[in-house]
């Protein structure tokens, strides 16, 4: 079993639609967690990241949380043909407060979304 | 960007070779890190550095070394460059205590 899974994709779904993704993760001592999103041929770039059970909020971005089913998801409303990307879920051992664990991330394998006009 | 630069962008080696890849970054940050990407991996850890000349394997660190003696430069070192090494190479670093990782933007290595 892969430490960080994410939902296989591709996904595709229209403009305006919510999109949805979906990651779990086997590590119990996570304590951070993170959405990248990766264009084609570039760096990953971080568009959220969440460390309470629960429900961020973020424009039109939604991390969701739940550690006891050791559940991350992200939600993208009103989807954009530029949210066109690779979505990548990330976890830390490393809390809040920062320090070496903190970046020491497992990565999913990503998940390819695609909003169509 | 948060002035992280990796050097080259782009290589191609031979089997057998060594190569070098540069991470130089110019906001003083403490943590950096070298990842590489492969289809259907994801990202995964090599090594990691939390401070000048201090280091340490992370989850696929056979074959690569690492130096860091100076703040702004972390150098990656493949002692023998093997087919399996193709890949596109990250480095990221941290600012301390805080929540985002600034990426480079990536070197593409081929070993042929």
């Known amino acids: 079993q892969k430490e960080v899974e994410q939902n296989s994709g591709p996904l595709s779904v229209p403009e305006g639609a919510i999109a949805s993704l979906n990651c779990t993760y086997s590590?119990?001592?996570?304590?951070?967690f993170f959405w990248y999103r990766q264009y084609s041929g570039k760096s990953p770039e971080l568009i959220m990241f969440?460390?309470?059970?629960g429900d961020k909020e973020d424009g039109r971005f939604t991390a969701q949380l739940n550690k006891a089913s050791q559940y991350v998801s992200l939600l993208i409303r009103d989807s954009q043909p530029s949210d066109s990307a690779t979505y990548l879920c990330?976890?830390?051992?490393?809390?809040?407060?920062?320090?070496?664990?903190?970046?020491?991330?497992?990565f999913g394998q990503g998940t390819i979304l695609t909003v169509h006009p | 960007d948060a002035g992280i630069t990796q050097s080259p962008r782009h290589k191609v080696t031979e089997t057998g070779t060594p190569v070098t890849l540069r991470c130089h970054q110019t906001?003083?940050?403490?943590?950096m890190y070298w990842y590489r990407q492969d289809p259907g991996h994801g990202l995964r850890l090599i090594h990691y550095?939390?401070?000048?000349?201090?280091?340490d394997k992370g989850e696929v660190s056979d074959g690569y070394s690492v130096s860091r003696s100076k703040t702004e430069d972390f150098l990656l070192t493949l002692e023998s460059a093997t087919s399996s090494q193709t890949s596109v190479y990250f480095c990221a670093s941290y600012r301390r205590m805080n929540t985002e990782a600034f990426f480079g933007q990536g070197t593409r290595l081929t070993v042929v």
């Open positions: 906001e003083n940050h403490r943590y």
């Open positions: 550095s939390y401070g000048v000349k201090d280091t």
């Open positions: 969440i460390y309470s059970n």
């Open positions: 590590d119990r001592g996570s304590q951070s």
């Open positions: 990330a976890v830390s051992r490393g809390g809040r407060a920062g320090g070496t664990s903190y970046g020491k991330l497992t």
